[in-house]
């Protein structure tokens, strides 16, 4: 099972942790991008991210819950990233964002909230790289999976043998030991605050392999 880890939430601070996620043998570095208007919430500004990761060893995947996806891709082109994932629901263009994404030799991942029907992702799935159940209302670390989330990854590993699609399927938000079993079916999971509120990173990544 591959392991990215979402560095929002921590009891250390955010230098102190990448290094930390740097030092195990995760994946990917899930990067979480809140502007406050696409959700509420705020998390790292552009240049934060910029100057956090500027030379991040291990790839990212950055999460942008944001209302300028595009505005978002061309700030942090340049950094070591292995995926851009932006939401269904965005009002954006998303054919285009897609397309734009590739053509920087990136991959897509397309997430989708808990209360959106898979329906809506049926035009893109042949052309996405991965898809992101989000397990929870984005916004915050450390929240319980949301269990019919579990439901929606099913179908869409059903629509992906059924047509032979490519994607892979992650789940995003309230992974942790107690919800591992639950997950034993997709292809990677993204895991903050099980990881990075412990003292043992590395330990709290080889439990959810
Ligand atoms: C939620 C974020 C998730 C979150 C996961 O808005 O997209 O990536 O950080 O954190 P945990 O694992 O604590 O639920
Ligand atoms: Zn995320």
């Known amino acids: 099972m591959k392991v990215t880890v979402s560095i929002l939430k921590s009891n250390l601070d955010k230098t102190e942790t990448i290094k930390r996620v740097e030092q195990t043998d995760a994946d990917y570095i899930h990067v979480d991008v809140m502007d406050g208007q696409f959700i509420p919430h705020h998390s790292l500004s552009i240049y934060e991210v910029n100057n956090l990761f500027a030379k ?7 999460h942008l819950m944001v209302d300028d996806v595009e505005g978002h891709i061309k700030a942090f082109k340049h950094l070591h990233v292995n995926s851009f994932i932006f939401h269904v629901e965005t009002k954006q263009n998303i054919e285009a964002l ?4 590739h053509s920087l030799k990136i991959k897509v991942g397309l997430a989708i909230n808990p209360e959106t029907p898979t329906d809506s992702l049926l035009p893109y799935l042949d052309k996405v790289d991965s898809i ?3 397990g929870v209302t984005p916004g915050e670390g450390g929240q319980k999976l949301i269990k ?5 990854a099913f179908v869409l590993k059903g629509l992906r043998t059924k047509f032979n699609y490519n994607y892979k399927i992650g789940i995003d938000g309230g992974v942790n030991l107690e919800t591992r079993p639950l997950l034993e079916d997709f292809d990677y999971l993204i895991s903050g605050s099980y990881v990075c509120m412990s003292d043992n ?9």
Do not use: E, F, G
């Open 148 to 152: 019919t989330t579990v439901d929606k």
């Open 132 to 134: 992101l159940v989000m």
């Open 56 to 62: 991040s060893k291990k790839a990212l995947d950055i």
């Open 98 to 101: 897609i397309d734009y994404v």
């Open 201 to 209: 990173y590395q330990d709290k990544i080889d439990s959810l392999r």
